[in-house]
Each structure stands twice: as structure tokens, then as C-alpha cells.
């Protein structure tokens, strides 16, 4: 049986100043009377009861989120506490779950659910924010890691949407051997390193520049301001 996943959370960014914090553009009237986000389940309800229609959103936003879709049930709306970021759209998310004491068959459902759009881990609630960096914000990080790649690609001769597609065909391949293998990326790597080869080469090329030491500090960087905006909005 087939179930409908609404992505609604977000940080009232992308329209400003029109959209705010607690008011994000899936909350905003921008085209009719319905905001965005009542058009979007009216497009659906013909072939999702409402049911089986499910929207994650924030915390932050839950509350104005179930006043606007009465007609979907309450357990039906998910509140994040950190956002989940895009990826569980194409059922491939990272979702960190934590619990109070006692809740275990909360945990475990929201476990199963998640589980469906992508892999799930249980930590404790004091790392959310630290999670919100490295998979919320980490989705931006290796998307502009390919978007580089691609750019080194456009370099040495291909066209722009060859040098895309190969990049992002290659990012896949390569998180899939992790994933599936349980393997370590250095160990991964050695396997096509050869001395004085091009790969070599170009690794320590990337590395003299700073690649590694960037990447670094920009989750480190992510985290302290993930936890500044949850101590500025608690």
C-alpha cells in the first residue's frame, strides 16, 4: 500500500522577507487563497486518503502546520527536532533518532518509519545538533564536492552535463562501496592507488591545498552555529 511523504520543514530563507522562521514559504498563500502546502495535498488527495498521507516537518513549525491540514490526522505530522535535510525525497535520508527514557516503542516506530526513506541511527539527544552538521548541512558539503568535480571535469574537456553526470554517477559508486562493503575510505582508496599514478598524484595535490582540513572545518563550523541558532530559539 502506497503512502504519500510531504517535506515540510525548512527556515523561512528562501522567501524572505515575505517567509520568517516560524513561517516558511510551505505555510505562505503564493499562488491563490491555499498556501503551498494545502495546494500540494490537494493535488495528491484523488489518489492518497488522507490517512496515508504523511508530512515531516520541524518542531518549530508543527504546531501551524497541523492548524493548516486539519483534515490529516495529528500522528500523521512529524516534528523533527533537526531537520532531516532533502535526501529522504528519493528514499535516501540519514536519520539520527533520540528518545526520553520509557519511550522505546516511540523509538522503535519512528525507527520503521525511517527506516523506509533511508537509514536510520539511535544517538543521544545532546549530538543532535552535531548531527544536523554532518548530515543536514552535509548534503550541501558533498553536493558542492561534486559540483567541483564536475567544474575539474568541464577543465579537462567534457561538457558541462557529461562532467555532471560522471561526477555524480562516480560520488555513488563510491559512497555505495562504503555502505555495502562496511569498508574504510582509505582502505578503498589504496585499492586504486598505484605508485607514481595519476591518482596519487592528484590526492595529494587536492590534500596540499586543504581538501581534507576544509571539509573539517566546515562541519566543526556547521556545529557550533547549529548550536548558537538551538540555544538562540530554546
Known sequence: MDHAVILAGG?????????????????????????????????IKPDFPAERIWIVTSEEIGKAVQDRVKFIPKENVLMEPCGCNTAIAIGQSMTCLAA????????????????????????????????????????????????????????????????????????????????????????????????????IAGLNEMEHRGFSSAMIKGILTSARKAMELYRRDS
Open 11 to 43: 527556515h523561512g530563507e528562501r522567501f524572505w522577507p515575505l517567509s520568517r522562521r516560524k513561517r516558511p514559504k510551505q505555510l505562505l498563500p503564493i499562488i491563490g487563497d491555499q498556501s503551498l502546502l494545502e495546494t500540494t495535498i490537494e493535488r
Open 100 to 199: 526520553l527514557p520509557g519511550h522505546g516503542d516511540e523509538l522503535r516506530q519512528a525507527t520503521t518509519l525511517f527506516d523506509a526513506v533511508g537509514t536510520t541511527l539511535v544517538i543521544d539527544e545532546s549530538m543532535m545538533e552535531s548531527a544536523t552538521a554532518l548530515c543536514a548541512c552535509g548534503i550541501a558539503f558533498f553536493l558542492r564536492s561534486i559540483r567541483a568535480a564536475s567544474q575539474g571535469g568541464i577543465e579537462i574537456g567534457f561538457h558541462p552535463e557529461e562532467a555532471l553526470l560522471m561526477a555524480a554517477q562516480t560520488a555513488r559508486g563510491a559512497a555505495g562501496l562504503l555502505m555495502r562493503e562496511g569498508a574504510h575510505p582509505e582502505s578503498e582508496i589504496d585499492r586504486v592507488t598505484t605508485p607514481r599514478g595519476c591518482t
